[in-house]
């Protein structure tokens, strides 16, 4: 019985000889009563230890989340990614190519200011990213990240946009705004100009949930990146 059994009911149970079982409807259940012959013992001994041990609440599961994220070398052993993509990691935190084995890494430096974090792992550089001037407004860029790990390409994906405004929400001088398409999994990916180097790297994109429910519209296309030269992204994330 799923009910709370009260302890005169119990009592009852123990004292009684024998047993039948019934619908609510009083339709009887067992083809002939039930002998409780050598059950009191085994009834007081349950009933003693429901009330030693009273039910608990139970408690939520805390569920394994897996965080990812993009990155990329900027010195050998030296990986930069978004301080967000590593700051609640409970477990060692793993780098791998696609198409590689996971290497451990640890946390060298972070700015949570700048949501930078810089990564060291013993895992080979096959390319070290080369840094270039600071975006101007209207110009053609291109990101590279691994979205939506686990459902989307293993391979990664690459996209294309333009660099929107020269400031983040609120005029924020340390975001770039841009049009490339932006997903979870990009955080912490280069952003590329024409030439291949890095200009700033990918952090968000507007929440659309929030601002769908504070103005009504479905943002596109509004996505940040951190800009900044190669000397204060390094700096930062130090």
């Known amino acids: 019985m799923s009910e ?21 409807n009083r339709t009887i259940l067992t083809p002939s009563r039930l002998s409780m012959k ?3 013992a085994a009834i007081s001994a349950v009933k003693k230890c ?24 900027v010195a050998s052993g030296f990986v930069i990614t978004n301080n967000h993509v590593v700051e609640e990691c409970t477990k060692p935190i793993e780098v791998r190519y696609p ?5 451990t890494a640890t946390i060298s ?32 860029i ?3 990240g691994f979205p ?7 391979g990664g994906n690459f996209a294309l946009g333009n660099i929107t ?17 932006t997903q979870p999994g990009n955080s912490g990916g280069p952003l590329l100009d024409m030439s291949g180097r890095v200009i700033g790297v990918v952090v968000a994109q507007l929440d659309a949930m929030t601002m769908m429910a504070g103005g009504g519209n479905v943002p596109q296309n509004v996505n940040f990146a951190i800009q900044g030269s190669p000397h204060d992204l390094l700096k930062t994330a130090r």
């Open 4 to 24: 709370p059994l009260s302890a005169d009911f119990v009592n009852d149970l123990v004292a009684a000889d024998g047993l039948a079982l019934a619908t609510e």
């Open 38 to 40: 050598d059950s009191a």
């Open 50 to 73: 429901a009330e030693e041990h009273p039910n608990q609440p139970k408690q939520p599961s805390q569920q394994e989340v897996t965080v990812s994220g993009t990155g990329f070398f």
């Open 99 to 103: 198409e590689g084995s996971s290497d």
């Open 109 to 140: 430096g972070r700015d949570e200011t700048n949501d930078l974090a810089l990564l060291h792992t013993g895992m080979n550089a096959s390319a070290i990213a080369s840094f270039g001037s600071r975006g101007k407004l209207g110009q053609q």
């Open 142 to 144: 291109a990101a590279y």
């Open 148 to 154: 939506y790990s686990g459902i989307l390409s293993s």
């Open 165 to 181: 405004s020269l400031s983040g929400i609120k005029d924020d001088t340390r975001f770039l705004q841009t049009s490339e398409p």
